[in-house]
């Protein structure tokens, strides 16, 4: 076995603290990374506090994944040690089935997605995430990161990039179409870098008038503060498409109205309670209310790709490990611009 050391929580009313654990020695087909940065997610917080369902404690989180390779298994032929590599939401999966063999792991037809973290893998042992200062991964669930880009902004594309660039490149988005994203944070900033960069008009949808300067300064276009109904009123059936990144509870049906006929609004956001939707909000238009999960292993790629291609990166606050407690709490209040990256150098 492998010494690791990271942060974990030990129950749901924890704070992260510093924990020692094992990874698995390096198999066949295994990579073994040095972690650099890791991001926070969202999501991240809902599992540590078990607001998603019971954890599996001590849990280390962590999805957002950069580093360099430090071993590679006699299998491995995609990587060699000293490349950059990524890892994202999930290490593992059944590989065979229908969903897997069109890279859509996520969605493994036998139930075989492995998370990177508060997952059990295929021989039954805990994954742990990217918290922490090493990870052993399959090499088919590790990504190449191209060293053109800044390596701390590079982190969370791994989650809010994909998030936000699958479902823009599924529904190809691009000129001529007319785009709203609503809610500016670490999904909604990557939606409005993607959907300038695919040659949309992006307007961002937002209840904070403090958010239009960064809007703009992001690419969008246009900003509509949606706490004032005659700027809504003017969006009457006016977008192509809608990014909606928010995870609170709100009124769907709003912002239907705001699609032309045949658009689209796209929830990547996750609120906690059940969708309440007025028949006549699609049907009045022929519009879709869909929503897009994460990404498969091959889209992920492809959007590092673009992205090293493209010079796009997230907008990061970087924060020594000993901080994490604090920055979960500044997630909760939106105060961050736009994603803290943990420096696992202070681990």
């Known amino acids: 076995m492998i010494n690791a050391k990271g942060y974990a929580a030990h129950s749901k009313t924890d704070a992260l603290q510093p924990w020692e654990f094992e990874r698995r020695e ?18 991240d917080i809902h599992q540590v ?3 998603w369902g019971p954890a ?26 000293g490349e950059l590599a990524g890892i994202g939401c999930m290490v593992n999966s059944c590989q065979h089935c229908d969903s897997c063999d069109h890279g859509q792991e996520q969605f493994c037809d036998n139930k075989q997605t492995v998370w990177t973290y508060n997952s059990r893998d295929k021989d039954g042992s805990v ?3 990217g918290y922490s200062n090493k990870i052993v991964c399959d090499q088919h669930f590790v990504l190449h990161v191209s060293d053109k880009l800044d390596l701390k902004g590079v982190a ?19 000129k001529g179409h007319k785009v709203g994203v609503l809610g500016l944070g670490g999904l909604g900033h ?4 993607f959907a300038v960069s695919f040659g949309a008009e992006v ?37 192509d498409f809608i990014i909606d990144t928010v995870s609170a509870p709100h009124d769907y049906n709003r912002y239907l109205q705001m699609l032309k006929t045949d658009g689209v609004q796209i929830c990547v956001g996750l609120p906690p309670e059940p969708l309440s939707i007025a028949g006549n909000s699609l049907m009045r238009g022929n519009r879709v209310l869909t929503a897009s999960s994460i990404g498969g292993i091959p889209e992920t790629q492809e959007m590092l790709d673009y992205c090293a291609e493209h010079n796009i990166t997230s907008d990061i606050e970087l ?20 994603r803290f990256v943990i420096d696992l150098a202070t681990l």
């Not at 580093?67 to 299998?75: C, L, Q, S, Y």
């Open 319 to 338: 924060i020594d490990i000993k901080d994490v407690n604090t920055a979960y709490e500044r997630v909760l209040k939106s105060d961050v611009k736009y």
């Open 127 to 129: 994954t742990y995430g």
């Open 49 to 51: 506090r078990s607001e």
């Open 26 to 43: 390096v198999g066949a087909d295994d990579v073994l990374i040095d972690i650099l940065y890791c991001g926070i997610c969202h999501s």
């Open 156 to 174: 969370p594309l791994l989650c809010a990039g994909i998030t936000t660039y699958s479902p823009l490149r599924k529904w190809k988005v691009g």
């Open 190 to 193: 990557m939606a409005v870098k």
């Open 56 to 81: 599996i404690y001590p849990i280390v989180p962590g999805h957002e994944i950069v580093g360099r390779i430090t071993a590679v298994g006699a299998n491995v032929s995609k990587f060699k040690v």
């Open 203 to 239: 307007t961002m949808l937002s209840t904070s008038p403090s958010k239009e300067a960064d809007a703009k300064r992001l690419g969008a276009h246009k900003f509509v503060l949606t706490k004032d109904p005659e700027q809504v009123k003017s969006l009457d059936r006016y977008f």
